[in-house]
């Protein structure tokens, strides 16, 4: 896994983040990790610290007085970039994402240009949440393929991997969200690059611990942001 590295953004994941960090180091391969950790008050940053001094490969970016999502990706990818990486594979810190797909993304990367881990396709699998919410998530995939043009089984997963030459041809700068929308933006930026995109299944999990930060509102207001990142072009 030369030049790998596995990019997490975190921010009050104290209790998850050290496993995943044990996780993703005993799959093999060795891959770099780097933790972008927007100082969280739960002290999430101090876990990673340790793990540091532990781990070979172990990288943290503290980002200090700046919070949110967008800039924690767009901080990461220039940090994982600068760090050397060809290939760069971005994770939650909540335990969702299971490290046992990055060989399996490593391997589609070869042949793409940007892979991303499936719920929805043969072989995924997502957690089991109430009906209501399964049935929200199948239209929101329809709704944001149709919107943005796609033909993704998963396109608002937060588990891809990037090649580095993928990242510069969407060009980091250019991407304005400050949160979280910056998962839909930037697979629109690489679509819109003519970048080819590919899938592998993944197994999502339950998140281990913490809350859950997306409500009704939230989720009206992302589809309206769908709609005008499409007018945007
Ligand atoms: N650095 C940084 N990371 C963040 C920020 N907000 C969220 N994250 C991290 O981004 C990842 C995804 O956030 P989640 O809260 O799990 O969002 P989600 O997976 O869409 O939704 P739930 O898991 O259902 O809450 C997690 O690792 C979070 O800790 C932030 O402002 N800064
Ligand atoms: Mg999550």
């Known amino acids: 896994m030369d ?3 596995v990019f997490i953004p975190t921010y009050n994941e104290r209790d998850n983040i050290g496993p995943l960090i044990d996780e993703i180091k005993a799959i093999g391969g060795d891959p770099g990790i780097l933790v972008v950790d927007d100082d969280s008050p739960d002290g999430t940053w101090r876990v990673v610290e340790e793990k540091a001094a532990r781990y070979a490969g172990v990288h943290l970016l503290r980002r200090r007085g700046e919070r949110g999502r967008g800039g924690a990706g767009i901080a990461g990818f220039k940090r994982a970039i600068e760090l050397g990486a060809s290939r760069i594979v971005e994770m939650d810190g909540d335990g969702q994402h299971d ?5 399996l993304m490593l391997k ?4 793409n240009d940007v892979v991303l881990g499936s719920r929805f396709m043969p072989g995924g699998t997502d957690s089991e949440r109430s009906l209501t919410r399964r049935v929200v998530s199948a239209f929101a995939r329809r709704y944001i ?4 043009g796609l033909k993704l089984s998963d396109p608002t997963t937060g588990y891809r991997c990037f090649r580095k030459t993928a990242l510069e041809a969407i060009g980091l700068k250019n991407l304005r969200s400050k949160d979280q929308f910056i998962v839909t933006e930037m697979l629109y930026s690489c679509s819109r690059a003519g970048l080819k995109i590919g899938e592998v299944p993944i ?8 809350s859950s930060k997306l409500g009704a509102a939230a989720l009206t207001k992302y589809l309206i942001r769908v709609i005008l990142l499409r007018s945007r072009g």
């Open 3 to 5: 030049n790998t590295i």
């Open 99 to 103: 490290p046992a797909a990055i060989p």
């Open 108 to 111: 589609a990367i070869e042949s």
């Open 145 to 148: 393929n149709s919107v943005l």
């Open 203 to 210: 197994a999502f999990r339950r998140r281990k611990s913490g």
